[in-house]
C-alpha cells in the first residue's frame, strides 16, 4: 500500500474509533442525564408532598396549644371534641353566667354591623357560611336580621361544626323558629380547616365565626379555607375574645373573674371544672388583636383601618377581612 493510502487509512480508522467512543459516551450521558432529570422530578415530588401536608392536612402532628398545655394538633382536635360535647347541654346557659349575659349583646352588636339581608344579588339568595356555629347563636340572629331589619327572606345560612353534640343541640333549638327561618338553615358537620368540597370555591357572601377559632388546631389554615370559599368581595367576620391591655384595671379585673369565678361558676353549674378552666386558658393564648389581623392579611384578605373594633375594652373584638376583587 502507498504511503498516501495507508495515511488515509489511518485517520479512517481513527475517525472510526473516535465516532465509537462518541457514540459509546453519548448513550451513558444521555443515561446520566435522565437519571439527574428523575432524581431532581423525585427530590420535586418529595418538597411538594410536604408543602401539601402542611397547606391541605391541617390536622397533624405539629405542635400547638390546648390552653396552657403544648400538645399536637391532632390532640387538641380530639381534646376540643371532648370540651364541647362536655359542654353542650349547658353551653348557652353558661355563656350567660360568665359573660353576665354580655355576650348577647356582643352577638346583636356583632350580626348589625354585617347588616346581612342588606343587598341581594341579582335574586340570588345570599349565602352565609356559620363556621363553629355551635347552638346556632349567630346564624338565627342573621335570619332575624335579614327577615325583619332589611325584609329579606332571600338569604341562606349554613351552620357548621366539627362537633355533632353542638350541632344537635342547634337543630333542637332551630325548631323554635318560625318556619320561614327554619327553611333558610342547613346544618353541616365539617371541620374548619379542611371544609368538605361541598362548598365550592368563589361561593360565599360572608362566612362569619364567633368564639370559634381560638379553638381551632390550625388557625392559618381555616383562613385559607375562608378565603376559598368565599367569593371575590366576600366578608369574613371573626368575633372572638382578644386583649384587654390598653385598661389595666379592666384587665386586672377581667382576669380575676376569668381564672377564679369562671372555673368555679362551671364546676357548679356545669358540674365541669376541666372545660371551663379550658375556655378560659385558650382566651388567654389567642393572638392580640394586632397579630391576628396579620394573620387575616396572611390569608389574602383586605383590611380597613385597623381592621377590628373591640369591644367592652378589647374583652371582645370584631375582626373583618375582604376577600379582593
Ligand atoms: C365556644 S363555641 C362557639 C359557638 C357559637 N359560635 C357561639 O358564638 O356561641 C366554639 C365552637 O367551635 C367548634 N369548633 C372547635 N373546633 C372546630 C373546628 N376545627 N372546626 C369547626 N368547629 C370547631 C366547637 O365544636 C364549638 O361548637
Not at 459509546?24 to 439527574?36: G, M, R, Y
Not at 408532598?49 to 380530639?78: C, I, L
Request: with cysteine.
Amino acid at each position: 500500500m502507498s504511503p498516501g493510502g495507508s495515511l488515509a487509512l489511518l485517520i479512517l480508522g481513527i475517525l472510526a474509533f473516535v465516532g465509537l467512543i462518541y457514540w459509546f459516551l453519548k448513550s451513558k450521558i444521555n443515561k446520566f442525564v435522565e437519571a439527574l432529570l428523575a432524581y431532581k422530578r423525585k427530590i420535586t415530588d418529595v418538597e411538594q408532598a410536604a408543602e401539601n401536608s402542611t397547606t391541605r392536612t391541617p390536622t397533624a402532628d405539629r405542635e400547638t396549644h390546648f390552653g396552657y398545655e403544648t400538645v399536637t394538633e391532632s390532640e387538641k382536635q380530639d381534646r376540643v371534641a371532648g370540651v364541647f360535647s362536655s359542654v353542650a347541654e349547658s353551653y348557652d346557659k353558661m355563656n350567660d353566667f360568665m359573660s353576665l349575659g354580655i355576650h348577647r349583646l356582643w352577638k346583636d352588636h356583632f350580626v348589625s354591623s354585617l347588616n346581612p339581608g342588606a343587598t341581594t344579588p341579582l335574586g340570588q339568595p345570599q349565602r352565609v357560611l356559620d363556621v363553629a356555629g355551635g347552638t346556632g347563636d349567630i346564624a338565627f340572629r342573621i335570619l332575624h336580621h335579614s327577615h325583619i331589619h332589611n325584609g329579606n327572606p332571600n338569604i341562606h345560612i349554613t351552620i357548621s361544626d366539627i362537633n355533632p353534640d353542638m350541632l344537635a343541640v342547634g337543630k333542637q333549638r332551630s325548631l323554635d323558629l318560625p318556619a320561614s327561618y327554619q327553611s333558610n338553615l342547613s346544618f353541616l358537620e365539617a371541620n374548619a380547616e379542611v371544609l368538605p368540597s361541598q362548598i365550592k370555591d368563589n361561593s360565599l357572601d360572608l362566612y362569619t365565626v364567633s368564639f370559634g377559632i381560638r379553638n381551632f388546631s390550625n388557625i392559618p389554615a381555616a383562613l385559607r379555607e375562608a378565603h376559598r370559599v368565599l367569593k371575590p368581595g366576600g366578608v369574613f367576620a371573626c368575633l372572638e375574645f382578644s386583649k384587654v391591655d390598653q385598661y389595666p384595671l379592666l384587665n386586672a379585673i377581667y382576669k380575676r373573674w376569668s381564672f377564679s369565678a369562671i372555673p368555679l361558676i362551671g364546676q357548679l353549674v356545669a358540674a365541669d371544672r376541666d372545660s371551663y378552666q379550658y375556655l378560659v386558658e385558650s382566651i388567654e393564648r389567642f393572638p392580640s388583636q394586632e397579630a391576628f389581623r396579620d394573620m387575616i392579611v396572611d390569608a389574602g384578605f383586605e383590611v380597613s383601618g385597623d381592621g377590628y373594633e373591640n369591644l367592652t375594652g378589647g374583652i371582645a373584638a370584631i375582626h373583618k377581612g375582604i376577600k379582593p376583587l
